[in-house]
């Protein structure tokens, strides 16, 4: 894959994405590289509108029967999932820091209402790949069946792309010197 150029700006949110949020992602033992990426993807490296307006990158809506989240919300305008694609007011996640940004995108994730799907990306969480892969089953990207595995594929480039897998836990090696760490990842 070649390499991916940004700009200083881009650059810039990276830095303080790692900075931010990777000790966050590591203190809820969920792979910061996954984390990345979807920042990274979600927010154009930190570009988009949406992030602007809220700072928090993960472009997450939150509607009010969505009660297993806690966010401050702003209502902006976004196009709907819908066929016809009209323009919809929608409450989005509202965060301070990238940091506060990381620790919501863990709490949506280990919270997720649908047990099955968070299940199954909780199987990754010493998987970085595997992690991103599976992020569209909880929320992530756009919400439709055929998008899935597309959208699960865009956050494992991104991830690779970018080299993010430097900033996971080397749980391989943890698991050899504690056994422990192998239970963590297995299904609940």
């Not at 390499?3 to 994405?17: E, G, I, K």
């Not at 594929?153 to 792309?161: I, L």
């Amino acid at each position: 894959m070649a390499d991916v150029v940004l700009t200083a700006d881009q650059q810039a949110f990276v830095r303080r994405m790692v900075l931010e949020g990777v000790p966050v992602a590591l203190a809820n033992l969920l792979p910061p590289s996954a984390l990345l990426a979807c920042a990274c993807a979600e927010s154009g490296y930190g570009t988009s509108g949406i992030y602007a307006k809220t700072g928090c990158p993960f472009n997450l809506q939150k509607p009010d029967h969505y009660t297993w989240i806690k966010c401050d919300v702003i209502k902006l305008e976004t196009i709907g999932s819908n066929a016809d694609k009209k323009k919809v007011w929608v409450n989005f996640c509202k965060t301070k820091t990238l940091a506060e940004a990381a620790q919501v995108w863990c709490d949506w994730i280990k919270h997720w209402p649908y047990k099955p799907n968070r299940d199954r990306i909780m199987k990754y969480c010493f998987n970085g790949d595997g992690f991103a892969r599976t992020l569209p089953w909880v929320g992530f990207g756009t919400q439709t069946e055929e998008w899935r595995k597309k959208n699960g594929e865009d956050f494992a480039k991104v991830r690779t792309a970018n080299g993010f897998a430097v900033h996971d836990l080397p749980f391989d090696m943890l698991k050899v010197i504690n056994p422990m760490f192998g239970l963590l990842g297995a299904k609940r």
